[in-house]
């Protein structure tokens, strides 16, 4: 072995006891609320666009991408899994947005990168598939949503950006709300008694005992919304 290999090869190993010395220290600050160096997320980021070009590049858009039924069926799911961390068209930001690190994205807003447009469906398809690791974005396939659904949310994705605040309401009371097929007993409907807005068009017996979701009757006057409150001093303002 001659001795620039030896020199490269002790320079390797030092590196990485140090990098184990450092990760036993617990010198990586894991918190959602410390961001990492710019050049760590430049990296980061550079990786997982890498990562999902290589899986997505061959995946094909459906033909009937742009059509309307399609775009009103996603609006429905988008608007009952999506909202809350990518947000509606004018909506304020959320607090689980606030506090996810990466933040997810507006996907009201144009994307800062001009991609090929069939490559941006791909893509799109690919990550809400299969999630991306430990940043909060779920692979929706494993909680049972089938690609032509996956594919539904795609549609409504790619419309989104150019929707207004009205148009974007409009569009999900059009729809079935949360409706993706896929998972047992994840048809349409929801009916878990809660307090889902968009969820009670299921007809009248939405509530009743026959469904096992339902709340138990009691003899209390109408509920009143107990909603979402934080104690008392904390500020914050829906
Ligand atoms: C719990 C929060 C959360 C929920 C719920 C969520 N996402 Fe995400 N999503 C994220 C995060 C965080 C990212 C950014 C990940 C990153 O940059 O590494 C992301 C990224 C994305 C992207 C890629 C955006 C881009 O162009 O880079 C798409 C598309 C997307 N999500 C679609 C969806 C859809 C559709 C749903 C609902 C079915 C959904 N997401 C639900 C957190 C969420």
Sequence with gaps: MNKTLITVAALAAVGAASGAVAFYAGAINIAADEPHHPLTY???????ERSIAVRAGDIKPPI???NSERVRRGSGNYDAMCVGCHLSPDADDS????????TPPRLAEKPAA???PQFAEARQFWIIKHGIKASGM???SKGGMEDEAIWDLVAFVQKLPGLTAADYRTLVASSEGHSHGGLDGHHDGHAHGDDHGHHDHDGPDHVDHADPHAEAPTSA?????KGHTHPPGFKHNH
């Design 64 to 66: 009937d991408l742009a």
């Design 42 to 48: 430049r990296l980061l980021e550079f990786a997982r």
């Design 95 to 102: 607090e689980i947005r606030k506090g996810l690190y990466p």
């Design 114 to 116: 001009a991609l090929d």
């Design 138 to 140: 779920p692979a929706w």
């Design 221 to 225: 006057p109408p509920k009143e919304k």
